[in-house]
């Protein structure tokens, strides 16, 4: 349960991130692209041994994390396209909605228990996630009514949560998570300086430093997450339905406490439903559904 609750905070920290980004004027581009170099050199600063004596051109898991690290910085994209395009309410609940993704992947490839009351406790944390991030929600920033980004948006930050899934299960029982987490990683930071290029914008001290920031973060929220799903005593399903509603009710609170933002009487219902919501579905869980 450590694991998941420090997953949840450094997973939080990452939004005040790009907060403090927007509010600065630093390129987010920049800093997210410096953020998956600084996340990728975490895993072999703290295990430099673990990378030697491994065949990575004939390694099946190696490709597959070079496609993740594609996905991981897609959708990162995709979410920064959907703010300008949507507005920051519809990106909030898509990404936080597609919790529900990985959820049934968990129960379908793993046989999780699953049953009518896990079944009605996701259904109320989806409810949650809509009433909790509707405040968020600037009316001036919704320039389009289209439907199409969010639905990409949520359909990629499932399969990123499945990915992270996949990679924790499958591909840590022949290689170190480390290994994995700085292949993922490099292959997004590599993509990352490539639009870069493309861009031939002046790099930013500030964005470096963000960057150095962001990765920490990022690395160590991904790491501890994945431990969380190591976990005997959670199943997944249950993991990610925390991790999902834990960061948007401890952002809330924060951004109340710390950012001085307004929680609507809809707001507090949206976090009355949540923790509803994560002590149903770990009742649920623990009785087999």
């Known amino acids: ?24 004027n630093i390129n987010n581009t920049q800093a997210i692209s410096f953020n998956y170099v600084v996340a990728a050199s975490w895993g072999f600063i703290l295990n430099p041994n673990q990378y030697f004596g491994i065949d990575y051109i004939h390694a099946t898991w190696f490709y597959s994390a070079l496609f993740f690290g594609f ?3 897609a959708v990162f994209k995709l979410m920064a396209i959907g703010v300008e395009k949507n507005g920051i309410m519809a990106v909030s609940v898509a990404q936080k909605m597609s919790l529900v993704l990985p959820v049934l992947f968990s129960i379908w490839a793993y046989s999780e228990s699953f049953g009518m009351l896990k079944m009605a406790f996701l259904l109320l ?37 499945i990915a992270i899934k996949i990679t924790q299960s499958y591909f840590s029982q022949i290689v170190p998570i480390s290994v994995l987490l700085t292949c993922i990683f490099g292959a997004a930071g590599v993509i990352g300086f490539a639009l870069l290029f493309k861009e031939k914008n002046k790099i930013q001290l500030a964005a470096i430093i963000g960057g150095v920031v962001l990765g920490s973060f990022n690395y160590f929220a991904t790491y501890f997450l994945m431990k969380a799903l190591s976990s005997n005593t959670l199943e997944s399903s249950l993991v990610f339905a925390i991790n999902n509603m834990g960061v948007l009710l401890f952002s809330a609170f924060v951004a109340a406490i710390v950012f001085k933002e307004q929680i609507s009487k809809i707001n507090w219902l ?19 559904g």
């Open 1 to 24: 349960m450590i694991a998941i609750l420090i997953s949840i905070v450094l997973s939080a920290s990452l939004v005040f991130c790009f907060k403090y980004f927007n509010k600065n």
């Open 270 to 288: 949206g976090i009355s439903l949540a923790i509803i919501a994560i002590l149903g579905l770990y009742y649920s869980t623990q009785t087999n």
């Open 125 to 161: 944390a989806l409810v949650s996630v809509y009433f909790t991030a509707k405040p968020s929600v600037d009316p001036s920033t919704k320039k389009s009514n289209s439907i199409f980004i969010p639905i990409f948006i949520f359909i990629g930050s499932g399969c990123v949560d």
């Open 71 to 73: 996905l991981f910085i």
